[in-house]
């Protein structure tokens, strides 16, 4: 059971999750969150099923057991951008001080700065932002009908 009981809302089972109807106690934070959402995750020069990718690696280090729930990480050994930019966003989720200017230099060799912006924004501000919210509440797994209809959700990105 959540920290916080969630809110009841109407819509389809994502735009109701379980993240969403406790986000939903508070209307104008959910409406914010979900933008943030769409405009870092579906938009921009990254591709989604990377950033889904990154979303996935990080929510069991974070511990949301509701994120894990989404979705397992599974590395793509011939993607070398994407295997980067995974391990890009470990380091953000162990500790952003932590990483060096050489380890920047790397990231540097396969994205540029816009790319960089665009990587660092979806990890601190959706991915883990979110998944911190999820630890921090407790949020269980979510439901067999929620993980189907994001990942119909995903698959249609």
């Not at 994120?67 to 890009?88: H, I, K, M, Q, W």
């Not at 991915?127 to 119909?152: C, D, M, R, V």
């Amino acid at each position: 059971m959540p920290r916080i009981a969630p809110a009841d809302l109407e819509g389809n089972a994502v735009q109701t999750s379980l993240l969403a109807r406790v986000l939903g106690r508070r209307p104008e934070i959910l409406k914010a969150f979900a933008e943030l959402d769409a405009a870092t995750r579906f938009h921009g020069r990254l591709p989604a099923p990377m950033k889904e990718s990154i979303r996935r690696a990080t929510a069991g280090h974070v511990g949301c057991e509701y994120c894990v729930s989404l979705g397992t990480y599974e590395p793509n050994p011939d993607d070398r951008r994407e295997s980067l930019a995974v391990a890009f966003a470990l380091m953000i989720a162990d500790d952003p001080k932590e990483i060096s200017d050489a380890q920047f230099d790397v990231l540097r060799e396969e994205f540029d700065e816009d790319e960089i912006v665009e990587l660092v924004a979806y990890t601190c501000f959706v991915a883990i932002a979110g998944e911190l919210f999820g630890a921090t509440l407790k949020l269980e797994p979510a439901p067999s009908e929620e993980i189907e209809a994001y990942q119909s959700v995903l698959a249609r990105r």
